[in-house]
T-cell receptor
Framework: GQSLEQPSEVTAVEGAIVQINCTYQ??????LSWYQQHDGGAPTFLSY????GLEETGRFSSFLSRSDSYGYLLLQELQMKDSASYFC?????????????FGDGTTLTVKP | KAGVTQTPRYLIKTRGQQVTLSCSPI?????VSWYQQTPGQGLQFLFE???????NKGNFPGRFSGRQFSNSRSEMNVSTLELGDSALYLC????????????FGPGTRLTVT
């Protein structure tokens, strides 16, 4: 089967940097995606890593290490509006192609 | 470009009834996936449809079914509703099957009493 683990809650102050980790176990791994979901809203796509290394998109960066089955989302210059849930998700191929698995989500609270 | 739409947005049903939820993907997207989200839980994968074919299915009982039409619109059906089926049901569309970037609709909030 497929499984992902991420912390349930993270708290940080405005302007700080926070890292949300995600470890996964899956077969047919293609890549790792990250989504943001505000309370009452729909998940929105943030980033995707298929290869090892860091991908930067503005204040958000995402990292992947395929050998360690590990990735993280890095949020810099935190703003109050970044308070939300963040989900990692694996993209797979093979017999599980089309079957998306999401982590349980990390609730980020940004304090003034 | 219009986003993913889901109807209805809210629904209250009684245990034992059945329900049909609808999802219209972004124009040009051929893949539609369905997820169940409950408080404190992540998104649980229900199934994915691509070009009218179910590509894969999550670990849900046979009471949960779906289909996709030739215009890529999709419906999911839950028969013999149980209290535990109360959840937010999200659909997501993407250009390709198992695409890494999915676009989610606002969801249908189903309450079973």
């Amino acid at each position: 089967g497929q499984s992902l683990e991420q912390p349930s809650e993270v708290t940080a102050v405005e302007g700080a940097i926070v890292q949300i980790n995600c470890t996964y176990q899956t077969s047919g791994f293609y890549g790792l995606s990250w989504y943001q979901q505000h309370d009452g809203g729909a998940p929105t796509f943030l980033s995707y890593n298929a290869l090892d290394g860091l991908e930067e998109t503005g204040r958000f960066s995402s990292f992947l290490s395929r050998s360690d089955s590990y990735g993280y989302l890095l949020l810099q210059e935190l703003q109050m509006k970044d308070s939300a849930s963040y989900f990692c998700a694996v993209r797979v191929g093979g017999t599980n192609a089309g079957k998306s698995t999401f982590g349980d989500g990390t609730t980020l609270t940004v304090k003034p | 470009k219009a986003g993913v739409t889901q109807t209805p947005r809210y629904l209250i049903k009684t245990r034992g009834q059945q329900v049909t939820l609808s999802c219209s993907p972004i124009s040009g997207h051929r893949s539609v996936s369905w997820y169940q989200q409950t408080p404190g839980q992540g998104l649980q994968f229900l199934f994915e449809y691509f070009s009218e074919t179910q590509r894969n299915k999550g670990n849900f009982p046979g009471r949960f079914s779906g289909r996709q039409f030739s215009n890529s619109r999709s419906e999911m059906n839950v028969s013999t509703l149980e209290l535990g089926d109360s959840a937010l049901y999200l659909c997501a569309s993407s250009l390709y099957s198992s695409d890494y970037e999915q676009y989610f609709g606002p969801g249908t909030r189903l309450t079973v009493t």
